[in-house]
């Protein structure tokens, strides 16, 4: 059994290192056959050139501005924005002069508003410099018609020469957009796909078998020889605090490098994943009938590490039921629901839609593009839209109330389903301190508030066309919540810190929704919940020691009071852990099984609760 577990580490670790070294092979060229049919477009820029022309003509032009080769794919995207620039600059120069306002152009309307010796500037002085050229007339007038003299006196040529350069200029830089290639991580990823000469693309299925098929392959034979066919009941954590991966040692701080390092690429250079992003091409074909981007790459390495770390579950905690059949369900949810369902709507032309994620974890449901884009798809879409209202504002709530909020967080949450299952080896790891619960209130529900501003202000923006609130930029908080809640917090901190700071990080801290269902799981809900029978209690702390919610379980047990913390998501595992049958899962609210008055016995040596 050592033999096929090693052999299985092995394997899981070739096929890891061949997914890092993926990243960097290959080479690129800007192919000019590449170029046309990426851009599929022969229409002329104002009857010039075509995009892939003046693209080449930038990548020529940059080269030999700077005399190196473009190759690898560290250069490759060092150069790529500024050819980016470099084009948009050509097609905007091409169509200033039908389009926009020209240099020569400018002069002649400064010269004109002063021929009078006074500066007079207005539509008049327009018709005379422009004649027939209504394009450019109705342009200036319809964006510097402030700056006629019924509106405002200029008693300086320079003053009235600033205002119409900065105008112009603003306005020059627009021309040509629908012709612009965007500067921004989904084009720079998209260019990269298109334009790289690898294995990856050459040997798709070779190269899937070596990185995804081998760490399968691995993780398995890893993990199945810890089945013992004649095994005693019970959940084993042994010399869990003496291997370098689950003790916050070497290993784990090797992981936790690793797991930022990916998140940080996914989220802001995905453009630098293309080589691997190649390899879940089919997949995205057969599913979606479009190529994978970089959040079909985490969604797909997102299963792939459910499934793998639910088999371990279903092995280790084989003698739980509990535990089997809530690792099943909630794997069914993310692999249904999260991954497969959104992605076959979009091959039938409908939004990309995830059933079970509800606002204010879904923070850009009530951003204006979300909601014009579920209401453009007509009666699914207002279904949609309608679903997503209802299971925020009243399915979930509801179910709280009755079931608590592990119904969501433990059940059906993505979030929770990747903590319980890849995070189950670091759950020992949260902080049980006093100290961490108290940060823990006040940052989690600081997110909460900081979520239904954003979502009031967005709303009011929707309704009234404005873009700020009080003085409060709508976007601007959209930006700011989306990159330190939405990117920082809930990925490269929530998930690639769980070696250290254990599994649950971003649910206690960081999740609005999860504070949203411990408010009225703390005040209105009194059904479900974890009832303990302290008179048994031996304190022997494993119900606390693997609390991934950073409960101090065992306190609780010696008072013999039911586990009635907000952050509590049900895993039961306080429960499966303990060996006196202390804790135990119950649908109802039982009562106290300790009396609050002690019975005094020999002189105050010792105190007996009943």
Known sequence: MKYIQKTGLYLFLIGIILFTVNIFLGTYSFDSNKLKAHFDSTEKIDGGDTIAQVFLKAVDEYSSQNSMAIADLISFNAALPKIITLHNTKVSEQMIASDGITEKEVEQVILAVQTSGDIVYSSEILNSVFGDQTNKIKLLTDNTSWMFTESRTYTDINNFKN?????????????GQEYFVKNEPGT??????VLIESGAQSNTGLWFFLTFGLVIIGSIAYNLPNIKLLGVAGIKHNGIYHSHITNRGWVAWLVLVYLVGFYLLLYFWPQYLANNIILVDPVSFSLSGNPAGHWFLYG?????????????????????????????????????????????LVRLNQPYFDFKNAWPLDYDFFFEWNITKLIEHDSLGLFMFVWGVLLSLIIIPT?????????????????????????????QHSDKSLKAWKFERYIVHGVLVFAVVMTFVTLYGFFTGSTNFL?????????VYGFL????????????????????????????????????????????????????????????????????????????EDIIRASCVGCGVCSAVCPRGVLKLENSTAPKKIDDNPIIFENNIGKLNL
């Open 163 to 175: 205002d119409l350069n900065t105008k112009v200029s603003e306005l020059n830089s627009k021309v």
């Open 188 to 193: 720079l990823l998209t260019l990269n796909k």
């Open 300 to 344: 797909f390495i997102y299963c792939v590490a459910m499934t793998l770390m639910a088999i371990r579950m279903f092995i280790k905690y084989r003698h739980n039921n509990y535990q089997l059949v809530r690792t099943a369900v909630v794997l069914f949810f993310q692999i249904i629901f999260a991954f497969l369902i959104p992605e076959i």
């Open 399 to 427: 179910l709280v109330y009755f079931y608590g909020k592990r119904w969501y967080c433990s059940w059906v949450c993505g979030c929770g389903g990747l903590a319980e299952t890849l995070g189950d080896p670091y759950r």
């Open 471 to 479: 003085g409060i930029d709508m976007y601007g908080i959209q930006k």
């Open 485 to 560: 809640i939405g990117s920082i917090f809930s990925g490269v901190i929530g998930t690639g810190f769980y070696p250290i700071f254990g599994s649950r990080t971003w649910c206690r801290f960081g999740c609005p929704l999860a504070a949203y269902m411990g408010i009225v799981q703390r005040i209105k809900s009194a059904r479900f919940r974890i009832t303990t029978n302290g008179g048994q209690c031996i304190s022997c702390g494993n119900c606390s020691t693997y609390c991934e919610q950073g409960i101090d379980v065992r306190a609780y047990a010696q008072k013999g």
